[in-house]
Structure formats: C-alpha cells, structure tokens
T-cell receptor, first 111, second 115 residues
Framework: GEDVEQSLFLSVREGDSSVINCTYT??????LYWYKQEPGAGLQLLTY?????DMKQDQRLTVLLNKKDKHLSLRIADTQTGDSAIYFC???????????FGSGTRLQVQP | DTEVTQTPKHLVMGMTNKKSLKCEQH?????MYWYKQKAKKPPELMFV???????INESVPSRFSPECPNSSLLNLHLHALQPEDSALYLC??????????????FGPGTRLLVL
C-alpha cells in the first residue's frame, strides 16, 4: 500500500545544516519530490529525484535516496530563516497520476 | 515559467451560496488537479483532468463540481457546502508526458471559509 512518513518537527540554528527525512513503503515509486509550503501559501516544488538515482544536488539542497531502505532525505546547507516552512515529501507511483504526500515536517530556523 | 494562478485568494461563503474557484496555467500542461488541504495536514487529491476529461474523482461529494473548459483553465464549482469544507484548495498541473513530465506544479491556493 501507499504510506509516506515524516517526522513532524525540526529545529535548527541559522547557518547549520538541516536534514529532513522521509520513508515510503511502495517500491513502485518512480519519482520522489520535495515541496516547501510557507504559511498560508501553496506548495513550491524544490527538487525531485528519479527512483534509480541515489543522489541529486541543487545549490544548497542535496537529496539522498536509499531505495533498499525506502528512505529519502533532504539536506539544506547553511539554513536561513527564510527556509522556515513545512516540507512535504511526495511520491509518484507507476501508472498513477496522483501524488502521495507525507504528513509534512515543520522546519523552524532560529537566529 | 512554471506558474499556476488561482483566484480568488480568499473566499467566505454561506452554506446556501454558489461560488466558483478558478485555476489557470499557460505551460501547455494537459493534466490539471484539485487538492484540498486542511490545517496541519498534507494535500488530499480531489479530481484529476487529463486532456480536458475527468480521469480521477476521489469520491468527492457532489457539492463540489469540477469543470475544465479548455486546456488552460480549471474551475471548481461550489454549492451547498458545509463548514467542514473550509480548507485551502490547491490547483496543480503537469505535462502528462510520463516520467518527470508528471511533475506537478502548484498554485498558491484559495483559502475557503464556509460559515
């Protein structure tokens, strides 16, 4: 079945690295996504990774995928106060157009 | 340009009102989606349109009626809503080319309050 799980909350200091984790259960995932949602706003696509990759880097963002353990992580280097938001991981499954979202991780960045 | 626009940004309506939410994209995407998001929860899929035809209805009550008049526009008609329908309604679109073409781009949402 489909199940995507995330921890609910992460607090870091400005300038530190943040690592947000996600686990999923369906091995037929094709693409895995990270979205950012600021208060009262829509979802902003941050990055995505194809399921046959194990790492993708995009400026301050690094995505790591461990397909064996069905574990996805998002590392934000040099975290800034503007990075404070809720981060959702999501998976798309073969033959299914809809995304399955995790519950979201609230990142709080302290100055 | 990866922009999806939604109007209005905020909407307050009574339970006897009829209103519509609008979504527009000019990226040439042929799949469009409506999601509902309650506070502190992830988005939940409501409807998917593919090439202007309804392809997925996630058992949404008939008081929500989607419409896709053309490939750039998606509407959600609201009638006789309940207070528990208050939520952020998000529209998204994707290319439908398969693979990374299924990547969904979201609009800013319409925050709906039903009194």
């Amino acid at each position: 079945g489909e199940d995507v799980e995330q921890s609910l909350f992460l607090s870091v200091r400005e300038g530190d690295s943040s690592v947000i984790n996600c686990t999923y259960t369906d091995s037929s995932s094709t693409y895995l996504y990270w979205y950012k949602q600021e208060p009262g706003a829509g979802l902003q696509l941050l990055t995505y990774i194809f399921s046959n990759m194990d790492m993708k880097q995009d400026q301050r963002l690094t995505v790591l995928l461990n397909k064996k353990d069905k574990h996805l992580s998002l590392r934000i280097a040099d975290t800034q106060t503007g990075d404070s938001a809720i981060y959702f991981c999501a998976e798309s499954l073969e033959g299914r157009r809809a995304l399955t979202f995790g519950s979201g991780t609230r990142l709080q960045v302290q100055p | 340009d990866t922009e999806v626009t939604q109007t209005p940004k905020h909407l307050v309506m009574g339970m006897t009102n009829k209103k519509s939410l609008k979504c527009e994209q000019h990226m040439g995407h042929r799949a469009m989606y409506w999601y509902k998001q309650k506070a502190k929860k992830p988005p939940e899929l409501m409807f998917v349109y593919s090439y202007e035809k309804l392809s997925i209805n996630e058992s949404v009550p008939s008081r929500f009626s989607p419409e896709c008049p053309n490939s750039s526009l998606l509407n959600l008609h609201l009638h006789a809503l309940q207070p528990e329908d208050s939520a952020l309604y998000l529209c998204a679109s994707s290319q439908t080319q398969g693979g990374a073409g299924e990547t969904q781009y979201f609009g800013p949402g319409t925050r709906l309050l039903v009194l």
